[in-house]
């Protein structure tokens, strides 16, 4: 897998593209405070494919997936407990893909909607450092021209790094390094995260039309649920935007509360649906040339800073940011 980055670095005027100094790469003093805080946080993707939870079921899928659209990260701790623990087991590189691949299949976090729309492998790996800047990440991990590095969070000022590729501690084979306990299956599992985001990327730039717009619904018919009542409901809040629960019920031909019944029989509320979906419509419009104040009002939050907190605790990412990196497309690539 890491011929395809060593390969892509190699490319001296791409590598000299992704070096270069980007405004949206500057990161305030004060976010450098909230990156020592002691709940530190990573991917869920890779929490919950590291952990390998028994049990799972189409449904449980569906609501986890709800779930952490709203709200993407969990505590660093499980992260690294979990890749100390599959690292003992011996789990080998493939497996670790293969579960990071099956929980990517379903993800419609709003920052996995930005990294696997893209069509040119420059853009994802600066969206990617973007993302690494932004969120409170236990561990940061950073691609630059000579390949990848990882850190944890806490040394960030103090690395002569600053997530634009200029990184001294890159590994120049194409490994992940880290300066403390590191876990193998925990590199693993972000390296997957990667190579589906270039491969995504290169599929995206064959079709006329771009990568796939996820949505609620999506998922839902990948997982066989649309059928029920969570993929009813969210089928009506795609469609028709924020409505209250009691409207979302007359369209479906029942009560209110025998609605909310049937969803909590699947442990999930028609507030995570809604919440959910407008996320999720929000970040498909944050590449339109709609301000984000209006996207904010349209999609029913109560204002810009209501929308702006809902994706940082979503994706680790405010909206101005992502529609920053949405844009990276427009920019055109030195000749080669």
């Given at each position: 897998?890491?011929?395809?980055?060593?390969?892509?670095?190699?490319?001296?005027?791409?590598?000299?593209?992704?070096?270069?100094?980007?405004?949206?790469?500057?990161?305030?003093?004060?976010?450098?405070?909230?990156?020592?805080?002691?709940?530190?946080?990573?991917?869920?993707?890779?929490?919950?494919?590291?952990?390998?939870?028994?049990?799972?079921?189409?449904?449980?899928?569906?609501?986890?997936?709800?779930?952490?659209?709203?709200?993407?990260?969990?505590?660093?701790?499980?992260?690294?407990?979990?890749?100390?623990?599959?690292?003992?087991?011996?789990?080998?590189?493939?497996?670790?893909?293969?579960?990071?691949?099956?929980?990517?299949?379903?993800?419609?976090?709003?920052?996995?909607?930005?990294?696997?729309?893209?069509?040119?492998?420059?853009?994802?790996?600066?969206?990617?450092?973007?993302?690494?800047?932004?969120?409170?990440?236990?561990?940061?991990?950073?691609?630059?021209?000579?390949?990848?590095?990882?850190?944890?969070?806490?040394?960030?000022?103090?690395?002569?790094?600053?997530g634009n590729g200029n990184d001294a501690?890159?590994?120049?084979?194409?490994?992940?390094?880290?300066?403390?306990?590191?876990?193998?299956?925990?590199?693993?599992?972000?390296?997957?995260?990667?190579?589906?985001?270039?491969?995504?990327?290169?599929?995206?730039?064959?079709?006329?039309?771009?990568?796939?717009?996820?949505?609620?619904?999506?998922?839902?018919?990948?997982?066989?649920?649309?059928?029920?009542?969570?993929?009813?409901?969210?089928?009506?809040?795609?469609?028709?935007?924020?409505?209250?629960?009691?409207?979302?019920?007359?369209?479906?031909?029942?009560?209110?509360?025998?609605?909310?019944?049937?969803?909590?029989?699947?442990?999930?509320?028609?507030?995570?649906?809604?919440?959910?979906?407008?996320?999720?419509?929000?970040?498909?419009?944050?590449?339109?040339?709609?301000?984000?104040?209006?996207?904010?009002?349209?999609?029913?939050?109560?204002?810009?800073?209501?929308?702006?907190?809902?994706?940082?605790?979503?994706?680790?990412?405010?909206?101005?940011?992502?529609?920053k990196l949405m844009r990276l497309s427009?920019?055109?690539?030195?000749?080669?």
């Open positions: 897998m890491a011929a395809t980055f060593r390969s892509f670095f190699r490319l001296q005027a791409i590598a000299a593209f992704l070096t270069a100094p980007r405004p949206f790469e500057k990161l305030p003093k004060s976010h450098h405070k909230n990156r020592e805080m002691p709940n530190s946080l990573a991917y869920h993707v890779v929490v919950n494919a590291l952990e390998g939870r028994a049990g799972w079921t189409p449904m449980s899928r569906f609501v986890s997936a709800v779930s952490h659209a709203i709200s993407g990260h969990l505590p660093y701790q499980r992260y690294h407990a979990a890749g100390r623990a599959r690292t003992a087991e011996g789990a080998g590189a493939g497996v670790v893909e293969r579960m990071v691949n099956d929980f990517l299949a379903t993800d419609i976090n709003p920052g996995y909607l930005l990294l696997s729309s893209f069509q040119r492998e420059a853009d994802v790996l600066i969206a990617f450092n973007a993302y690494n800047q932004s969120a409170n990440l236990g561990v940061q991990t950073s691609l630059g021209a000579n390949g990848y590095a990882r850190r944890p969070s806490s040394a960030s000022r103090n690395s002569p790094a600053n501690g890159n590994g120049g084979n194409g490994t992940l390094t880290a300066g403390r306990d590191d876990p193998d299956s925990c590199r693993q599992g972000t390296l997957a995260i990667v190579e589906t985001m270039m491969a995504t990327t290169r599929r995206n730039a064959q079709l006329p039309s771009g990568g796939e717009k996820r949505s609620l619904t999506t998922t839902a018919k990948i997982l066989g649920v649309e059928a029920s009542a969570a993929g009813e409901v969210a089928l009506v809040f795609e469609s028709e935007g924020h409505l209250p629960i009691a409207s979302v019920a007359r369209k479906l031909g029942c009560h209110q509360r025998t609605l909310e019944r049937r969803l909590r029989e699947s442990n999930i509320t028609a507030e995570a649906l809604r919440q959910a979906s407008r996320l999720i419509r929000a970040s498909h419009r944050l590449a339109s040339l709609d301000s984000l104040t209006m996207i904010a009002f349209d999609e029913g939050f109560s204002d810009l800073a209501h929308m702006t907190r809902a994706f940082q605790t979503a994706s680790g990412m405010p909206p101005s940011l992502i529609r427009q920019n055109p690539l030195p000749a080669l």
